[in-house]
């Protein structure tokens, strides 16, 4: 998508409603976690009323489209982490709702009648260009709704997105997943979230057909995106750079590999310390790239036991109640304060919910 070549093109220059202040770090845990979801809730309302559009949604009110997935992929992401921070019927019932929205990017033409979740909403036929990393982030997301709502319709959509991505997007002479149908270049944004897809769809028992599939993404992200000096994975093969959320959904898959036997245990310690260490403090890269990496650290450290994962997730959430609130009380500056996003754009705003959604969990139990 040209806004995700724009923001990447931030990255390599980077690194290679009103809503109240953060209370502050003796701010009991209970009074943390209400503010957050209060701002959620809050949040999720404003997107609904500024970027709605024809029973989905548009990147700005000046549009006559739909957004794309990796521009509303965020919004449902910030649901199902208010769900998780805060079970309710009325949470979950948005949630739902936004879901089997979703799934309106289904298209069964796509990949000569394989089909997968198009770029474009609620389109048939060819596209132009499809990429495939947006099945890879909405395929985790809808196992994410699947694990609040248990509602199997949820996960067999994370299961067709798995598919196309790994069947469709696989190259079989040179291994990887191209990031799109252009088929110009690989790209972790679509092999790293597919890997720990894959182990969620194994662990939920959908085959072991998915445990081997984890296996060989892993092996190939290995040996062709790890980066031996930094630790880190880069986005593409050779030339490529290290972006802060390409490394939390690895993280997840191999420490999740480990628990469940299967191996890699070696590797996810000096994967936790890269990353901590290139992207443990303030942000700064797009805060949609941003976003994902902190839901997805939460989910590489499912029993808290490194407290250092929790402090970088409510710090940034710290960062964006303090601000990225612009005139409007909408989420759309950068998390420092600036500027430097693209100007509107509803998953702007959908980014900084998703973090404060996650933080919300992060901050302790209910």
Not at 47 to 53: K, S
Not at 166 to 171: I, K
Not at 230 to 253: F, R, W
């Amino acid at each position: 998508m040209g806004s995700r070549i724009a923001c990447a093109a931030m990255v390599v220059a980077v690194s290679c409603a009103v809503f109240p202040a953060y209370g502050g770090a003796d701010e009991p845990v209970a009074t943390t976690r209400a503010r957050l979801v209060d701002e959620v809730d809050r949040g999720l309302a404003a997107a609904d009323a500024r970027w709605a559009w024809r029973g989905w949604y548009r990147d700005n009110p000046s549009t006559t489209s739909w957004s794309s997935i990796w521009d509303t992929v965020h919004l449902l992401e910030a649901r199902v982490g208010l769900q998780a921070a805060a079970p309710s019927a009325a949470h979950r019932q948005a949630l739902v709702r936004m879901a089997l929205g979703a799934e309106r990017y289904w298209n069964p033409q796509l990949g000569n009648g394989f089909g997968g979740f198009a770029t474009g909403y609620a389109l048939r036929g060819a596209q132009g260009t499809m990429w495939f990393d947006d099945d890879s982030w909405l395929g985790l997301v809808f196992f994410d709704v699947y694990e609040q709502t248990h509602m199997t319709r949820f996960l067999d959509d994370a299961e067709k997105a798995f598919r196309f991505v790994y069947h469709v997007g696989w190259d079989p002479k040179g291994g990887g997943i191209w990031w799109n149908s252009q088929r110009t270049v690989k790209a972790a944004e679509s092999v790293n979230p597919a890997a720990l897809l894959a182990v969620e769809l194994y662990e939920a028992h959908r085959g072991t057909e998915y445990l081997r599939a984890a296996h060989r993404l892993v092996a190939w992200a290995n040996a062709h995106l790890l980066d031996r000096g930094t630790g880190l994975y880069d986005n593409h093969p050779n030339k490529g750079v290290a972006i802060s959320y390409n490394q939390s959904p690895m993280l997840a898959a191999l420490a999740r590999l480990c628990r469940d036997g299967q191996g890699h245990c070696a590797e996810v310690a000096p994967l936790r310390s890269a990353t901590l260490r290139a992207f443990g403090g303030d942000l700064d890269q797009p805060p949609q790239f941003d976003a994902m990496y902190l839901r997805y650290l939460l989910a590489a450290d499912p029993l808290r036991r490194e407290p250092r994962i929790a402090d970088v997730v409510l710090s940034n959430a710290r960062r964006i109640e303090q601000n990225a609130t612009d005139q409007d009380g909408l989420y759309l500056r950068a998390w420092d304060g600036s500027l430097n996003v693209a100007p509107g754009l509803v998953s702007t705003h959908g980014a900084a919910l998703e973090v404060l959604a996650w933080a919300a969990v992060a901050a302790g139990p209910q």
